[in-house]
C-alpha cells in the first residue's frame, strides 16, 4: 500500500493503519525496519533473545516461595520485597538480587 510503484500504492501510513485497523505509529515501525533490515526480516520481526541469563533458576524459585509463604522474621508482620532479596543473598541462594526480580518471579508463580 505504501509502495507509489505500484498501481493504487503511494498511501500515507495514517491511512494504510486504518485499512488495516493498526496504529499509525506500527506502520512507521514497519517502513523503518523495512528501510533498515529488508522487507523480509521486517514482516518477519520476533523479539529479541533474552541477552542476560536468568537470576534464579527453578531452585532458586522454589526458595524464595518457601521463603514468602514463612512467617516473616523479627517481628515483621509480612516479608518485603528488599527483605526476601536481603534473604536470598544471606542464604547464599544468588549473590545479588533486585527486589523488583523478586516481585516479578512471586508475580509469575501466584
Known amino acids: 500500500m505504501a509502495d507509489e510503484a505500484q498501481e493504487g500504492g503511494g498511501f500515507k501510513d495514517a491511512e494504510i493503519a486504518k485499512a488495516l485497523g493498526a496504529h499509525a505509529r506500527t506502520v512507521e515501525r514497519v517502513r523503518e525496519r523495512c528501510v533498515t ?6 514482516l518477519t520481526h520476533t523479539r529479541p533473545k533474552r541477552k542476560r541469563p ?22 515483621q508482620e509480612r516479608w518485603t520485597l528488599q527483605m526476601l532479596a ?13 527486589p523488583e ?10
Do not use: H, N, W, Y
Open 37 to 42: 533490515v529488508g522487507i523480509e526480516a521486517a
Open 54 to 75: 536468568r537470576v534464579l533458576d527453578g531452585e532458586g524459585e522454589a526458595r524464595l516461595v518457601q521463603l514468602a509463604c514463612s512467617a516473616a522474621p523479627g517481628g
Open 86 to 98: 536481603d534473604k536470598l543473598v544471606e542464604l547464599e541462594v544468588v549473590e545479588r538480587i533486585s
Open 101 to 110: 526480580t523478586v516481585r516479578t518471579t512471586l508475580k509469575k508463580r501466584t
